[in-house]
């Protein structure tokens, strides 16, 4: 977790909440996320609500958290 210190664990899995002005921000930004989830073959869950976007990311796999997780996270910012 120091590697992502916005990022929260509850051990299984790394959550973040960002806030944007408006819904078309936010939209931008999940389009920002889904290129590098692609290019990372690594995919995390996407809760929207108007301004807001929730992304968590566990490895479904591994029944758990992985490098791949913090180092999706930390691109991700």
């Known amino acids: 977790m120091e590697t ?3 990022w ?3 051990g299984r899995e790394i959550t973040r909440t960002y806030k944007f002005k408006n819904f078309a921000e ?3 930004f999940v389009n920002k996320v889904a290129g590098l989830s692609e290019a ?3 995919h995390p ?3 929207i609500r108007y301004n807001k976007v929730r992304l968590t990311l566990c490895t479904h796999s591994a029944g ?3 490098e791949k997780d913090f180092s999706l996270a930390k691109q991700i910012g």
């Open 8 to 10: 929260e664990s509850n």
């Open 40 to 42: 990372a073959d690594h």
């Open 26 to 28: 936010a939209m931008a």
């Open 45 to 47: 869950d996407i809760n």
């Open 64 to 66: 758990g958290l992985t």
């Open 4 to 6: 992502v210190p916005d």
